[in-house]
């Protein structure tokens, strides 16, 4: 089946570590995001790719960083520098970027980090 | 920025009951996309709509792109518990700007 796989589901981490979500997706898209939600609260975004090997900053970047360096794979490092990076984070990725058709974006099923 | 703003924030009503909520905006999207969101999960998209005023249905949910462009309604007839879940609505200006996702619409059926 195509789509788009997070890993782990839950994550725990001890405050000042680093930590990487994984996202993979088959679905042969070019664009990927990731975007973070808090309870109650919408999706704000985190960073975007529009290609591979291509990256830019989404309206909270501080305290993340990621890479492209395959298609298919979009992984977030959360870093010490996040002052609260205890949240729901989700994965995405569009067919195409600049066409409206293919910009729809579907999401993974998530990922629940904890910072104890 | 641009802000959307979804009502109601929340909404518990009866199985069988017809459920409509909204997306205002205060300025135009010339795509809105509406997504479904169950606990602990992904959103998964339902409605996309691409033309002011189109009109758009997926089952028993229909979805409208309202002619001012700043707005977009969506509609569930004959509400059922695997209703349940939070709405979100998404609009994008152009095909080469980001989402941007109103509060959501949190909906509870009571059976």
């Known amino acids: 089946d195509g789509g788009i796989t997070q890993s782990p589901k839950y994550l725990f981490r001890k405050e000042g570590q680093n930590v990487t979500l994984s996202c993979e997706q088959n679905?042969?898209?070019?664009?990927m995001y990731w975007y973070r939600q808090d309870p109650g609260q919408g999706l704000r975004l985190i960073y975007y790719?529009?290609?591979?090997?291509?990256?830019q900053k989404g309206d909270i970047a501080e305290g993340y960083s990621v890479s492209r360096e395959k298609k298919e794979s979009f992984p977030l490092t959360v870093t010490s520098a996040q002052k609260n990076p205890t949240a729901f984070y989700l994965c995405?990725?569009?067919?195409?970027?600049?066409?409206?058709?293919?910009?729809?974006?579907?999401f993974g099923p998530g990922t629940r980090l904890t910072v104890l | 920025g641009q802000q959307l703003n979804q009502s109601p924030q929340s909404m518990f009503i009866q199985e069988g009951e017809d459920v409509s909520m909204n997306c205002t905006s205060s300025?135009?999207?010339?795509?809105w996309l509406w997504y479904k969101q169950e606990p602990g999960e992904g959103p998964v998209l339902l409605i996309a709509?691409?033309?002011?005023?189109e009109l758009t249905s997926n089952g028993r949910l229909t979805a409208q792109f309202g002619i001012t462009r700043k707005d977009s309604f969506l509609n569930i007839s004959a509400s059922i518990p695997s209703d349940v879940g939070i709405y979100f609505c998404?609009?994008?200006?152009?095909?080469?700007?980001?989402?941007?996702f109103g509060g959501g619409t949190r909906l509870m059926v009571k059976p």
């Open positions: 709509l691409y033309k002011a005023g």
């Open positions: 790719s529009q290609i591979v090997n291509d990256f």
């Open positions: 300025s135009i999207f010339n795509t």
């Open positions: 998404a609009g994008q200006l152009n095909a080469g700007n980001m989402l941007t």
């Open positions: 995405a990725s569009s067919a195409r970027w600049g066409l409206a058709f293919d910009n729809e974006q579907f």
């Open positions: 679905l042969n898209h070019d664009a």
